[in-house]
């Protein structure tokens, strides 16, 4: 919301159309490719069941027409997986190769190719752990590149479009789906097939793409950085809560070693009274607990429904599960474990 009342004072036009430039005086994008549907080999006529990865990041490029115009383009094949298997190796790989790519003059910005499944979670790791102010953009697919009108050859030259933007420079990692340009805080895949699954429900997309032009309606989001020391990084487990739920899920999460713990909460983040108690519990005994909700959209703030300064929990704000368990890892592997420097990245004061 705060976004949308900024958008409209910040307006920012970057337009791609005009003489072609000569090759030489593109700018320089990189792709990283790591797999996911984007790259995946399918029966084209049903596109159901595909091998996530299976064409390599060169084979991509040179699928989509006209992406040359953009930039030059170079490709590195850091991994080939579908994004259900995306580990803190490949995180770590990215994040370091981000941050050499910040050091080479010559490279204007990043397209990262990958899944579209835990894509949020790499896009906000790198958000947070890097720091380069060159435009880092992930994108990726729906359809499987073989399938019946497969989005991943325009979702890829937008992505392209955007990594090659000035007005991109210095909004952290962004996401490139179906036209749209998302912060990587706010954006979730919200359906299992459509293409237009990713969605920022918080604040809305920061950005669009047409065929000639990058357009930013939304002006750059502060930014946090929490580097990752390299890994490994900190166990943070998420725990579920629905109807009926005992203490079980958390103690599991503790007896396996986490340092933190996520609470996937009913609506305002909450739980079955047995699941507080033993979050309570946990976080006496120097566990982490942040409180997220399950719903989607929406903050989880303090001391509303539950009592956090008396419990000693954390409140997610706008951060889903998934991405609460992201900050917190990156958080730990800083050494912040006090409640309220934990609370303070999580709703940072402007
Ligand atoms: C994956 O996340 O790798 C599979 C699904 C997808 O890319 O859409």
Known sequence: ???????????????????????????????????????????PRSGLGYNAGAISADALIASVPGISAHARLSAEQISAIGSQDMSEEVWLKLAARIDALDKTADVAGIVI??????????????????????????????RP???????????????????????ARGRGALVVLNDTIH??????????????????PNFGPVGG??????????????RQSFPSKGGPLPQVEIVYAYAGVDARPVEAARAAGARGIVLAGVGDGNASKATI??????AKAGVVVVRSSRTGAGPVLRNIELNDD?????????????????????????????????????????
């Open 113 to 142: 190719t990958h899944g579209t499944d835990t894509l949020e979670e790499t896009a906000l790791f790198l958000d947070l752990a890097t720091r380069t102010d060159k435009p880092v953009v992930l994108v990726g697919a729906m």
């Open 277 to 282: 108690a033993a979050l309570q519990a946990a």
């Open 1 to 43: 919301m705060l976004r949308t009342l900024v958008c409209a004072m910040a307006m920012t036009v970057a337009s791609l159309a005009g003489d072609p430039a000569r090759a030489a005086d593109l700018p320089h994008i990189v792709i990283l490719a790591t797999g996911g549907t984007i790259a995946g080999a399918a029966d």
């Open 310 to 350: 008396e419990l000693g929990f954390v409140a997610a704000a706008f951060y889903n599960p998934a991405k609460a368990r992201v900050l917190l890892q990156l958080l730990l592997a800083n050494g912040v474990t006090a409640p309220d420097k934990v609370q303070a990245a999580f709703l940072p004061t402007p």
């Open 183 to 200: 912060g990587a805080r706010d954006v979730t895949k919200t359906d299992t097939v459509s293409v237009q699954t990713f969605r920022s």
């Open 145 to 167: 590149a073989t399938a019946v009108s497969a989005d991943g050859p325009r979702n890829l030259l937008e992505a392209v479009m955007v990594a090659a933007s000035p007005q």
């Open 209 to 222: 793409v047409s065929p000639d032009r990058v357009v930013f309606y939304a002006a750059p989001a502060s």
